[in-house]
């Protein structure tokens, strides 16, 4: 284990295009929206794969996306990826203490429906 306490990393995922806040609240059973839950965050947690084994004390999510949703129907790739984070005991958890930071920013020149999801750890630890 190497431990990196005053150390920064970003790690940066290509994501899908995530449900829409609207469409994933908008009456839909339960079952529905867990399963559409549950189908993204398995490709964060693949994608997170990818890296070697880390922890972070704390992190923050940077979102840059071309879709036509409006930013705030962008957030389920925040959340989808702070749960993946924490399931995979990558961090803490999402509260405040933890998960310091969020944007979301629309960018009209990348690829449509393009999700690029900025981790940013701090005070990370390399597991072996």
Not at 39 to 58: G, I, N, P, T, W
Request: hydrophobic share 35%.
């Amino acid at each position: 284990m190497q431990v990196h306490p005053s150390e920064t990393v970003d790690i940066v995922l290509s994501l899908p295009k995530p449900p829409s806040l609207n469409e994933y609240y908008a009456g839909r059973h339960f079952a529905i929206r867990k399963k559409q839950g549950d189908k993204y965050k398995k490709f964060v947690k693949d994608e997170l794969e990818k890296y070697d084994r880390f922890f972070a004390k704390s992190f923050e999510i940077h979102i840059t996306y071309c879709s036509r949703y409006d930013c705030d129907n962008s957030i389920l790739a925040s959340k989808f990826t702070a749960d993946a984070l924490v399931s995979l005991g990558l961090v803490t958890d999402d509260s405040p203490k933890y998960f310091r930071s969020l944007s979301i920013r629309y960018d009209p020149f990348l690829p449509k429906d393009y999700y690029e999801v900025r981790i940013v750890l701090i005070d990370v630890v390399w597991m072996r």
